[in-house]
């Protein structure tokens, strides 16, 4: 598996790297927004692993360029901010896991080998797939649009709690409520399932 590692902080970023080196994976470092878009033009990764708060930029804003630039490979961020918009921000992108700082460097391997090995999120009968955004329904795969996909998957890492409007807007290619609505009958529609509209707060998926 081949890493790349966004981290400023550069006895961080070297003892991350060490670790996972010594476990077998390939990993390159970039201190900066301007490294890692470099690295990202002429590498394929399998994961990236993302610090939020950096120097001159957001991690979160750049896996947003990203997305939009049609790059949907899994994140994990390793940041210190823990608040429920940057988490359901982060989740709405795709990503995979949250890693609070401090943390021991052992815990990001756990939580590697924990994530690559099953990472299957499930809601009654339907699974969904984040590495590979795939949705299945009773065991069928179901084609239901990156978008749609996108939306359900916000909600679903979010079940049980208000997701803001503002925060799945981060799904859509257009953002605009009537967007939006489109997204969440069709998720609606596909799965047959049920999504509340909390007036003048967002949507929410019922805990189960």
Do not use: W
């Not at 899994?74 to 700082?101: H, N, Q």
């Not at 807007?169 to 047959?192: H, M, T």
């Amino acid at each position: 598996m081949k890493l790349l590692l966004l981290e400023d902080d550069q006895i961080l970023s070297e003892t991350i790297c060490h670790l996972l080196t010594e476990e077998g994976y390939a990993v390159d470092i970039a201190l900066n927004e301007e490294e890692a878009e470099n690295l990202t033009f002429t590498n394929k990764y399998d994961l990236y692993l993302f610090d939020i708060n950096l120097p001159a930029g957001n991690g979160l804003d750049f896996l947003q360029a990203l997305r939009h630039a049609e790059d949907e490979t899994p994140t994990i961020f390793i940041t210190a901010l823990t608040d429920m918009d940057s988490m359901a921000r982060g989740f709405a992108l795709d990503a995979v896991d949250y890693i609070k700082k401090p943390f021991e460097p052992e815990e990001l391997l756990i939580r590697l080998k924990a994530k690559f090995k099953d990472d299957i999120l499930h809601y009654r009968d339907i699974e969904y797939d984040p590495k590979n955004h795939i949705v299945r329904k009773a065991g069928e795969i179901v084609h239901m649009g990156k978008v749609p996909c996108r939306v359900f998957a916000a909600l679903l890492m979010r079940m049980g709690n208000v997701v803001t409007q503002e925060v799945l807007f981060e799904c859509l290619e257009n953002p605009s409520g009537n967007a939006l609505r489109v997204a969440i009958n069709k998720v609606k529609q596909k799965l047959d399932i049920d999504i509340t509209n909390i007036r003048g707060e967002g949507y929410m998926l019922e805990a189960v």
